[in-house]
Every structure is written in structure tokens, then in C-alpha cells.
């Protein structure tokens, strides 16, 4: 407990009371940490919201009516606590802001703009037009791995299958008959002798490497290098091009439209970004703004297509820089969707042969060592 006040303290607060928590209540505050992820609940939300505000329902209504019908805990404890502050004085974008790791940036800083300049309900219809192509983003990447997975789960378990319950059947008859055994049915029944321990190995390495991309991802110069050999990559570093050039193009498109000055939405869209390349992009991006030069000519040596610069120095020169944001990040959105049909399109049939591979290695591994016996015969 002390701990926790004098850290609090170091951070400028005061606390009143600490007390503990029990262990479940973690699943909670993960449910509600995961909601900021949650892009098709916020979407719901946004969309609802807007509904009824321009129904002519007060806020806290609106917020209320929410809590009954949603079916996301995460949200519905969140919302119960944004209308306690609201009830206490606090705007709709201070209540947000008071929930930490639940609702994003872009949500709270439209949100605060949209209280200002009296469209709340507009902005809220457009951002929950961003959350669902986020969304969408999500389920196509779900959908393109999901089919895959199956194949190589069920390759895994026929093999495990064969190893351990078929080949000791067939290893007694090799060795009693003496007869010659391949090469494949050597390294098939060592793997089947160490199974278990091939299972460990792989484990343990798994979790490894996972725990050390972990540690090196927390320094940001380690971390940058990760973010840049994935960019360079055939397919995977295109694909994070365009996905993130369309989620920038559509969220600054968003943040102008709702009067936030473009330094300002660059520098919300910077400390939201995870990828190290691109952070540093715009953090040159801004530094440049701030001395005069445009949005394109800030961008030119960054990572972002130059497809996208174009556009963007076109929306610039015709005045149009949030109707060009827009279409670019529809452009792109189209181009995603492509590639990850493309993708799709090539991994189930890899996914396949590599299947058909690993039970054909099983079954010959097996068959030879019988043609070798009745030949013996």
C-alpha cells in the first residue's frame, strides 16, 4: 500500500484512500482495457449516440438508455462512470478523458471539438464510419488467417495422431522382420520417440521469442529497427503501408473536419501511432509544419507511399485537403481489401499442400517399410 501512495505522490497526486482489489476484478479492467480495441462496439456506440441525440434526448439519457442495452461490460461500467461525472459538472469529452485506456484520442478531441461548435451528432456519424472500417480491417484479417490455422491444426493433429498411436504398432513388426527401414521412417519414428520433447523445445522457444520481442520492443531504437525490417518485407511491409497510410488519410480527414488545426490532429495521430518507423515520420512532419512547410512536403522522405503525397499536395494546392483525405483513404482502403484477398486467396491452397505434405510424409513413412517386407518374401 505504500508503495502505491508514494508512487502516486512522485506523479503529483493525492491520494484519499488504496484499497485492494480481489483477483477477479482483473478480468474486469482487462475487459475494459480491451475495449479500446473494441472497434465494433465503439462503432455501435457512435452510431447510437448520434441517433438519439439528434432525436433531441439529453446526454445523460442517451448514456443511460445505452447502459441498459449494451452487452459489452467493459462499456457499460465505463459509460455508468461517465455519467457520474457528467452529473457532477464535467463535460461529455472531461468524462471521457477521465476513463484512461478505454475510450481513444480521436474520440475524446472530436467529441471536445464537436461540444465547441455544436455538431456532436455529425462527428459522432463520422466516426463511427472510422470505427467500423477499423473493424472491418480487423475481420478481414481474422478471416484470412482463420482457414489456415484449421488445415495446419488439423496437419498437426493427424500426424500427432499417427505418431503415437499408429506408428508403435507398425515399429514392432519393423524391428522384429529386421528389415531395412528408409531413411523417412527413420527420422519419422524419431520424432515420434521424442515427440514430448520436441513439443518443449518448440514451447519453450515460442515463448522466448515472444518475451524478447517484447523487451526489445519497449526501446523505442530497437523497436524502430523491428518496425523497419517488417516494412521492408515483400508483402507484410506494402500491406502496413497502405493500412496505415488509409487509417492516417481517413483520421486527419475526420479531425480537420471537425476544426482541429492540422498540427494539432498530426500531433493526435503521432501519439496514438504504434509503429516506430512512422511515428518518427510524423514527429519530422511536424517539426516541419511548425516552420511553415505543408503537410506533403513534410512527409516527403518519410515511409508513406508517394501515391499518397501526390494526392495529399493536390488537396493542398485546390484547397480541398479534407475531401482529398477522404478519397485517399478510400483509395487505399480498396487496396487492402485487395491484398488481403490476394493473400487469402494464396495461403488456403499453401495451407493445403503443406497439410497434404506433412500426412504424406506420415503415411509413406509407414507404407515403405511394408512394401520392403512382403518383398522379402
Known sequence: MQDVANLLKNKGFFPVRIRKEPLYTLFFLYRDFMLKRGFRELAVFCRQMASMLESGIPVIECLSVMCQQNSH????????????????????????????????????????????????????????????TMAKYRERLKTSMTYPAILGAVALVVFYYTSNNILPVYSNMFEESGVYLPVITRIFMSVSTNMGRYVLYSLSAFFLLLLGLYKLKRDPEKAYAIDKFWLSTPVLGPLQKKSTSAILCRVLAILISCGIPLVKAIEIVESAQKNQVFKRDLQVALENLRIGKNLAVSLRDSSFPPLMLKMLQVGIESGKLEEMLFKTADFYDSEVEDMQSRLLSIAGPAALILMSLIIGFAVISIVLPMFNIYSSF
Open 73 to 132: 461490460p467493459g462499456l457499460t461500467r465505463a459509460l455508468r462512470r461517465v455519467i457520474r461525472d457528467l452529473k457532477r459538472g464535467f463535460t461529455l469529452s472531461e468524462a471521457f478523458r477521465n476513463q484512461p485506456g478505454i475510450f481513444p484520442e480521436i474520440l475524446i478531441y472530436t467529441v471536445e471539438t464537436g461540444e465547441i461548435a455544436g455538431c456532436l451528432e455529425d462527428i459522432l456519424k463520422k466516426l463511427a464510419v472510422h470505427f467500423e
